[in-house]
Nanobody, 121 residues
Framework: QVRLVESGGGLVQAGGSLRLSCAVS????????IGWYRQAPGKERSYVGI???????SYTNSVRGRFTISRDNARNTVYLQMNSLRISDTAVYYC???????????????WGQGTQVTVSS
């Protein structure tokens, strides 16, 4: 069973930055893709980006150029660096682990508990 723990959320002003971490245990870290999702109040969970096992990353259009995903295989951790934050980025952020070449939420087997990111004006 893969266990994921997010951290690094908090309150930040618009235009600011935060770095989220996703610590992974219970599985060979290098063999799982790690996706980031977010869920704003009253909205469905939506895809943010993903760290593929080959070291590359993909992003949804709304965050591309502002967010960067990186993975540290030595620390079994994936990071989500968020810059130029907007009020619309306010959400609970989740990381998830899976083996499929897909960004669909149902393709991920394990999820973290989430961390709150609040962007104020």
């Amino acid at each position: 069973q893969v266990r994921l723990v997010e951290s690094g959320g908090g309150l930040v002003q618009a235009g600011g930055s935060l770095r989220l971490s996703c610590a992974v245990s219970g599985h060979t870290f290098s063999s799982v893709h790690i996706g980031w999702y977010r869920q704003a109040p009253g909205k469905e969970r939506s895809y943010v980006g993903i760290a593929w096992t080959d070291g590359t990353s993909s992003y949804t259009n709304s965050v591309r150029g502002r967010f960067t995903i990186s993975r540290d295989n030595a620390r079994n951790t994936v990071y989500l660096q968020m810059n130029s934050l907007r009020i619309s980025d306010t959400a609970v952020y989740y990381c998830a682990a899976g083996n499929q070449l897909s960004t669909r939420p149902d393709s991920f087997d394990s999820w973290g508990q989430g961390t709150q990111v609040t962007v104020s004006s």
